[in-house]
C-alpha cells in the first residue's frame, strides 16, 4: 500500500500581520519568590499583553537545561525545568491566553542541545554506540589541531576536544552545546518528534532559534576569510573574530531546506500554526529570501523570518530606505517579521537613543515597526520605552558578557527583569532579590507609572496596536517606496482599496518633505504620532515627527 500524506489543515493566517510579544520568562514575574521568573508568573501578567493589543507571544526556553546559556542549552526538549514550573503550569499557560484571544509560540533551540542531554552522553561514550553519529565529530589533523577553522559566535574554536573519544565535536556556541549532525536520519526524526510533543498541547506555532544552523558542509571545509569588519554592519560584532569570516560552510547549507519542508509539512498538520525561523547569515535579508520561499521540492518552508538589520545602532533615514528598498527587490512574497529589540541585543532606546532616548524617536520607531510589510515583534519592556540597563561586572550572568568584557558587556543589560511596580520592591518583579538586578533608571517607566497616562509611551503603544487591527493595508497589504531624503523614510501601503502614506523624519532636526501627487486630501490617522503638518504642496515634519494618513 502507498502511504498518504497527513492532510493539511485549514490555517487562518493570524500571523500575517498579527503582532507578537516576545516574553523572556527568567524576567517578566517571579510568583514563588525564588528571584526568577516562572510561567505562572507570566500567566498571572498575560492580561498585559491582551491589553496592550498583541495577537500572540512568544515565550523564550523554558525547557530542562542546565542553564549555561540560559535555557538555549535543552537538557530534555519535552519538560519544563523546575525554576519555571511544570508542564501543568504551561497547558495553564496556554489555556489562559486563548481565553484571552492570544496565540502562544514557544522557542525550538533545535541545532544543538546541552552537553547534560541524555543524547550526548550516549554519543561522547564510544564511536560505536547507537547515537554515535548523532552529533558533529571529526578526527584531529596531525598536528593535534581542529579539522578546520571554524569558530564559536562566542568565542574562539568552533571545536572542543573529547578525551574519551579522542575526537573533537563542533559547537557554534558554549561548548557545553554541542551540535546535533543533522546529515543523521535518525537525529531529524527525534528532533521532529520532540516538535510534534508540543504541537499536541496546543501551542500554535515556533520560533526557529538559529535555524540556519542546522546543517554543516560534510567535507568540512574552511571558512574563507573577510577581514576585520569596520563596525557598520547591523549582523557583525566588530569585536568578535566570529564576523572575521564569511560563514559559506558552517551554517545555511541547502540540505537545510528540505528539512524546514519537513518542519513545515509536520506543522501543518495543526490548525492556524505558524513559525517564525531567527536568521544570522552574512547576507540575511537574501536567506530570508530563501527560507520563506518554496523548498528544493516545491514544498513551503517557514512562514516567517527575520535578520538583524533593525537589530544594530543604524537608524538613518538613508539606511532604513536602502534596507527597506533592497527587501522589497530580494524577499518577495516572502514574509519578513520585524524585531526592533529582542534578548540578545542592546535595547531599543539605548541603540537608537543613546543615553537619554528621545520620547519622539521611540514613538516614530514604534509607527514605523508596525506600519511595515510583515509582522511586529516586541520585545518585552520596549512599550515602556526602557532603556539598556547598566550590569556591573560583578552581577553579569550571561558567559558571552563575560567572555568578551569589556568591550562586549553581554547581553544581561536587556534581560533584567519586567518594572511592574514603580515603588514595589524589585519594580514588582518578585519578593526576593531578582536574578538579574532592576535598575533604577527603570523605576520611573513602570508599567503602573504609565498606565492611564495619556502622555506614555505604553498609552501610545496600546493606541498604536489596537489602531492598526483596523487597517487592512497594514495587515495584508503591499509596500512600495516613495522618494525619500538624507532625513526622511517615506513609503505606501496598499490593500484592496485602502493606500496609506508613511512618512516618518529620522532626524533631530525640522525637515520638509515634497507631497506626491494626490496628496493634497490625505487624511491623517490619530494614534499619537504626532510632528506633521501638510501646508500647500509640503509635508512640515518637526524633529522625529511622522504621518501616516489615508491616501
Known amino acids: 500500500m502507498t502511504a498518504h500524506a497527513p492532510s493539511k489543515a485549514p490555517n487562518n493566517g493570524w500571523w500575517r500581520g498579527g503582532v507578537i510579544y516576545q516574553i523572556y520568562p527568567r524576567s517578566y514575574q517571579d510568583s514563588n519568590h525564588d528571584g526568577i521568573g516562572d510561567l505562572p508568573g507570566i500567566t498571572q501578567r498575560l492580561d498585559h499583553v491582551a491589553a496592550l493589543g498583541a495577537d500572540g507571544i512568544w515565550l523564550s526556553p523554558f525547557f530542562k537545561s542546565p542553564m549555561k546559556d540560559f535555557g538555549y542549552d535543552v537538557s530534555d526538549y519535552r519538560d519544563v525545568d523546575p525554576m519555571f514550573g511544570t508542564l501543568d503550569d504551561f497547558k495553564a499557560l496556554v489555556a489562559r491566553a486563548h481565553a484571552l484571544g492570544l496565540k502562544v509560540m514557544i522557542d525550538q533551540v533545535l541545532s544543538h542541545t546541552a552537553d547534560q542531554h541524555p543524547w550526548f552522553a550516549e554519543s561522547r561514550s564510544s564511536r560505536t554506540n547507537p547515537k554515535a553519529d548523532w552529533y558533529v565529530w571529526a578526527d584531529a589533523r596531525d598536528d593535534g589541531n581542529p579539522p578546520n577553522n571554524w569558530l564559536s559566535i562566542f568565542g574562539g574554536s568552533a571545536w572542543q576536544w573529547d578525551t574519551g573519544r579522542l575526537q573533537y565535536y563542533m559547537h557554534n556556541f558554549l561548548t557545553s552545546q554541542p551540535d546535533l549532525?543533522?546529515?543523521?536520519?535518525?537525529?531529524?526524526?527525534?528532533?521532529?518528534?520532540?516538535?510534534?510533543?508540543?504541537?499536541?498541547?496546543?501551542?500554535?506555532?515556533?520560533?526557529?532559534?538559529?535555524?540556519?544552523?542546522?546543517?554543516?558542509d560534510r567535507q568540512l571545509r574552511s571558512n574563507p576569510g573577510r577581514g576585520q569588519p569596520d563596525g557598520e554592519d547591523p549582523a557583525v560584532n566588530a569585536t568578535n573574530p566570529y564576523g572575521w569570516q564569511r560563514h559559506l560552510y558552517d551554517k545555511s547549507q541547502p540540505e537545510n531546506l528540505v528539512f524546514l519542508q519537513r518542519l513545515r509539512a509536520l506543522l501543518d498538520e495543526y490548525p492556524h500554526t505558524a513559525m517564525v525561523g531567527e536568521i544570522g547569515d552574512d547576507d540575511g535579508l537574501a536567506r530570508m529570501a530563501e527560507y520563506t520561499g518554496t523548498g528544493p521540492d516545491g514544498q513551503?518552508?517557514?512562514?516567517?523570518?527575520?535578520?538583524?538589520?533593525?537589530?544594530?545602532?543604524?537608524?538613518?533615514?538613508?539606511?532604513?530606505?536602502?534596507?527597506?528598498?533592497?527587501?522589497?527587490?530580494?524577499?518577495?512574497?516572502?514574509?519578513?517579521?520585524?524585531?526592533?529589540?529582542?534578548?540578545?541585543?542592546?535595547?531599543?532606546?539605548?541603540?537608537?537613543?543613546?543615553?537619554?532616548?528621545?520620547?519622539?524617536?521611540?514613538?516614530?520607531?514604534?509607527?514605523?515597526?508596525?506600519?511595515?510589510?510583515?509582522?511586529?515583534?516586541?520585545?518585552?519592556?520596549?512599550?515602556?520605552?526602557?532603556p539598556e540597563a547598566d550590569v556591573a561586572y560583578e552581577d553579569l550572568q550571561d558567559?558571552?558578557?563575560?567572555?568578551?568584557?569589556?568591550?562586549?558587556?553581554?547581553?544581561?543589560?536587556?534581560?533584567?527583569?519586567?518594572?511592574?511596580?514603580s515603588e514595589a520592591p524589585h519594580a514588582g518583579f518578585g519578593a526576593a532579590k531578582p536574578w538579574l538586578p532592576v535598575s533604577d533608571a527603570h523605576r520611573p517607566l513602570a508599567v503602573d507609572a504609565q498606565q492611564g497616562q495619556a502622555e506614555s509611551l505604553l498609552t501610545f503603544y496600546t493606541r498604536l496596536l489596537h489602531w492598526r487591527r483596523g487597517q487592512p493595508a497594514l495587515l495584508h497589504g503591499d509596500m512600495a517606496m516613495l522618494p525619500g531624503t538624507p532625513q526622511v523614510l517615506a513609503y505606501t501601503?496598499?490593500?484592496?482599496?485602502?493606500?496609506?502614506?508613511?512618512?516618518?523624519?529620522?532626524?533631530?532636526?525640522?525637515?520638509?518633505?515634497?507631497?506626491?501627487?494626490?496628496?493634497?486630501?490625505?487624511?491623517?490617522?490619530?494614534?499619537?504620532?504626532?510632528?506633521?503638518?501638510?501646508?500647500d504642496q509640503q509635508l512640515v515634519l518637526q524633529p522625529w515627527g511622522g504621518l501616516v494618513a489615508s491616501l
Open 181 to 216: 549532525n543533522f546529515h543523521n536520519p535518525d537525529v531529524q526524526q527525534a528532533v521532529l518528534d520532540d516538535v510534534r510533543f508540543w504541537l499536541e498541547l496546543g501551542v500554535d506555532g515556533y520560533r526557529l532559534d538559529t535555524a540556519n544552523f542546522y546543517f554543516h
Open 300 to 386: 513551503p518552508m517557514l512562514h516567517m523570518a527575520y535578520c538583524f538589520d533593525l537589530l544594530g545602532k543604524q537608524r538613518s533615514a538613508p539606511f532604513l530606505q536602502a534596507l527597506f528598498t533592497r527587501f522589497l527587490a530580494v524577499v518577495g512574497d516572502g514574509w519578513p517579521c520585524w524585531a526592533l529589540s529582542n534578548h540578545d541585543c542592546v535595547r531599543l532606546a539605548t541603540r537608537w537613543g543613546g543615553e537619554q532616548p528621545d520620547a519622539r524617536l521611540l514613538r516614530l520607531a514604534a509607527a514605523m515597526q508596525m506600519t511595515l510589510r510583515g509582522t511586529p515583534c516586541i520585545y518585552q519592556g520596549d512599550e515602556l520605552g526602557l
Open 493 to 535: 501601503r496598499s490593500h484592496e482599496g485602502q493606500r496609506l502614506g508613511c512618512v516618518f523624519n529620522f532626524s533631530d532636526q525640522p525637515a520638509t518633505w515634497d507631497l506626491p501627487p494626490g496628496w493634497g486630501q490625505a487624511h491623517p490617522h490619530d494614534f499619537g504620532l504626532q510632528g506633521a503638518l501638510i501646508q
Open 399 to 421: 558567559p558571552f558578557g563575560i567572555t568578551m568584557w569589556p568591550s562586549f558587556k553581554g547581553r544581561d543589560g536587556c534581560r533584567t527583569p519586567m518594572p511592574w511596580a
